[in-house]
């Protein structure tokens, strides 16, 4: 009855699933792990397939002979007997024994020991020790290790002999080519197909025709998109003059190479540098400081607080800058003759805020356009990611809860101690944690496998048990939702791919933004109706027109956009046969939308359709 009541108490493992019925978000993670289920099984039968081939390969060439004596000078399992005066310090041991508190590591050089014929770790004697090896090589656990003592193997009952067959290594390189290569990648298609058709269901798409969807797409990237803005031109002389030095190319060259080199000085503090050297660094950090700080007071002065403090970059820079000047006030108080233990905490605080200087870096970002769409598809997978590191965090709580009940009491040993351990659910979580990330778990296995007669009757584990709980926890783990998580960022990058192929891409959309600056330095969102020629010759293909287009085919290409917003659409397309042109201005979103509505020759359904 006690085992049926420890079963029923691991089933509540289970309950943290209610909590993905309260969030949408996670609730799409899991339904695209749920429909690629069958997809999963399907690869996994192949990959068990792979598998199971190599295991019988390796049964027949390994069975039996990864064995060793003790005492390396015997060569047969016959004579490893009686005992020996032991001359290497800490040789292989079995797993059982390692694992094991009541025995001691290896032996002591110069010392008597008995004799024994040992199993490596590895073993092929069976079908299901074969595959669980299979597995722990696919995860990339010390199967060097592994090879080269299947490359030392003789024949059974045989001592292993240095490289005695070395043709054997190409039996584990063909396997880690084929699964871990090949096969394993499979999840990551798999996973990513399922997510991404799951999350076309969420958002509509997949009711959407291709033409459709472009242009779904091209509204969400102009909605994205506004007016930029530059500031105004100040009235005073000596402004005007620090303006135009602020917005300079040939100043913000200089800045982005300070940036660099700042960056550079900071990388080059090393432990037990000289005193001369630390004072250099320290003067080349405080010559960038003040330039820094410079340029912040030149950007203020010539554009006022407002309108500095508008612009993000400009507010990550102030800050920056807020804490060098403290790094500076801080250093010079510090007295290293008379350190104390303030003095230690404020040298730790510098260390802090000269690493924090490093964000600085992020201002070069604005200068690379590949770079800021990398950084614009991390910005969109944030919500998906973040619903997917939670799903995972719970599988995590799941699987910590059961080991938690299963290896709580084991004894600890070599590979279950202080820091790696199922006896609270704190240390069962970070536990588990190293394992999803492949560190080491298949000696976590070993550890909570742990059986008599190396431990005591209420402290012993499941050899078996812990096989099957680490193998199941690795495939749910490390290949479906490491590789869910995969899937987030691909299914953007994919999206990236999708918006560069469109008739207006988000090229088209800067350009058409840089060109309205032109016409719109204050970014109000409106021009006047006159500068629309400009403005369509500036933009070029396929918002406007080539640079040396006639009037007619301007008032072509006006009345094929028909200057006016589409029937049927909402937000900034709101209304019907609304007019454009309003007291002689267009607006900037209006303009916009109508070219590429003309572009992409979209049909638009009426508003009394169920689609519209």
Request: charged residues 15%; glycine residues 4%; positive net charge.
């Amino acid at each position: 009855s006690l085992t049926v009541v420890r079963t029923i108490r691991v089933l509540r493992v289970l309950r943290p699933l209610l909590l993905l019925g309260h969030f949408e978000g996670m609730k799409l993670i899991l339904e695209s792990v749920i429909k690629s289920a069958l997809s999963i099984v399907n690869v996994l039968l192949l990959l068990m397939f792979v598998w199971l081939i190599f295991a019988i390969i390796g049964m027949n060439l390994f069975s039996g002979k990864l064995y060793y004596c003790t005492d390396e000078n015997i060569e047969w399992r016959s004579e490893c007997t009686g005992t020996f005066v032991a001359t290497i310090e800490n040789p292989i041991v079995p797993r059982k024994q390692l694992a094991s508190p009541l025995t001691p590591i290896g032996h002591m050089p110069d010392t008597l020991s008995r004799r024994e014929w040992v199993a490596h770790q590895s073993s092929f004697d069976n079908i299901f020790e074969a595959v669980f090896t299979l597995n722990e090589i696919n995860s990339f656990q010390e199967w060097p290790n592994t090879a080269w003592i299947a490359v030392d193997s003789t024949e059974v009952n045989q001592s292993p002999q240095e490289n005695w067959n070395l043709p054997l290594v190409l039996y584990f390189v063909l396997f880690i080519t084929l699964s871990q290569y090949m096969f394993m990648n499979l999840f990551i298609g798999v996973i990513f197909t399922s997510f991404q058709q799951v999350k076309a269901k969420q958002v509509g798409k997949h009711k959407m025709s291709r033409r459709q969807m472009c242009w779904v797409h091209i509204c969400q990237m102009i909605s994205n998109s506004k007016p930029l803005t530059i500031p105004a031109l100040p009235p005073s002389a000596i402004r005007r003059t620090l303006y135009r030095a602020v917005l300079s190319s040939r100043v913000d060259v200089f800045v982005s190479l300070c940036i660099v080199g700042n960056v550079v000085t900071l990388a080059l503090t090393h432990k037990g540098e000289s005193a001369d050297q630390k004072s250099n660094l320290q003067l080349v950090n405080t010559v960038f400081t003040i330039i820094f700080m410079a340029e912040a007071v030149i950007k203020i002065v010539a554009i006022n607080w407002a309108q500095y403090w508008h612009r993000g970059w400009n507010r990550l820079d102030f800050v920056l800058v807020a804490l060098s000047v403290f790094d500076l006030v801080i250093i010079s108080n510090i007295d290293a003759p008379k350190m104390n233990e303030s003095a230690f905490d404020s040298r730790t605080t510098v260390r802090a805020m000269q690493a924090l200087r490093v964000l600085r870096v992020f201002r070069l970002v604005r200068k690379s356009v590949q770079v800021k769409q990398l950084f614009e598809m991390i910005k969109d997978s944030i919500g998906y990611f973040s619903n997917a590191v939670l799903v995972y965090m719970l599988m995590l709580v799941m699987f910590s809860i059961l080991a938690m009940n299963l290896f709580g009491n084991v004894s600890r040993g070599s590979y279950l101690h202080d820091r790696a351990n199922f006896e609270t659910f704190g240390s069962s979580m970070l536990t588990l944690f190293r394992a999803a990330s492949s560190d080491d778990w298949n000696e976590l296995s070993y550890g909570a496998g742990l059986d008599a007669p190396h431990c005591t009757a209420d402290s012993c584990g499941s050899f078996w048990i812990s096989k099957f709980f680490f193998f199941v926890f690795n495939i749910v783990m490390a290949l479906i939702f490491m590789n869910l998580l995969a899937a987030v960022f691909l299914e953007n990058f994919d999206d990236i791919e999708m918006k560069a192929k469109y008739k207006v891409n988000t090229d088209d959309i800067r350009k058409f933004q840089h060109v309205w600056l032109f016409f719109d330095p204050s970014g109000t969102g409106w021009i006047s109706l006159r500068d629309v020629p400009a403005l369509l010759r500036d933009v070029g293909p396929p918002l406007g027109v080539p640079r040396r287009a006639q009037n007619a085919e301007i008032l072509k290409l006006v009345r094929s956009a028909k200057l006016k917003v589409p029937n049927g659409m909402s937000g900034p397309l709101m209304g019907e046969a609304s007019v454009l042109v309003k007291s002689n201005s267009v607006g900037y979103y209006d303009l916009i939308f109508a070219l590429a509505w003309r572009v992409c020759g979209v049909t638009v359904r009426p508003p009394s359709s169920p689609l519209s």
